[in-house]
């Protein structure tokens, strides 16, 4: 049985940090591209960083230089260091395990609020 599990939500005022984790079991985790997305409450969910099986990184426009994802596969465990956090990054953060398009699984979800 395949699991996605975040944690690492929360509340934080601007121009905090948070690190968000994601732990995956019952895929061979090496070989999957994992990533963050995220949906704001209206809007339509985004990716916000991925990370390749070869530690290739992508970021959104609007995180680069504030957010950093990095993988730990003896872990099988996928984190999101959040930093210079803004209002605008307020929303429900997923955690995505991706295998060439063919299996795909999802995260139930961590929210972050950044408000004063």
């Known amino acids: 049985q395949v699991q996605v599990v975040e944690s690492g939500g929360g509340l934080v005022q601007p121009g905090g940090s948070l690190r968000l984790s994601c732990a995956a079991s019952g895929i061979r985790f090496v070989m999957y591209t994992m990533g963050w997305y995220r949906q704001a409450p209206g809007q339509q969910r985004e990716l916000v960083a991925v990370?390749?099986?070869?530690?290739?990184?992508n970021y959104t426009d609007s995180v680069k230089d504030r957010f950093t994802i990095v993988r730990d596969n003896a872990k099988n465990t996928v984190y999101l260091q959040m930093n210079s956090l803004k209002p605008e990054d307020t929303a429900v953060y997923y955690c995505?395990?991706?295998?060439?398009?063919?299996?795909?699984?999802w995260g139930q979800g961590t929210p972050v609020t950044v408000s004063s």
């Open positions: 995505n395990a991706n295998w060439r398009e063919y299996y795909v699984y």
């Open positions: 990370i390749s099986s070869s530690n290739t990184t």
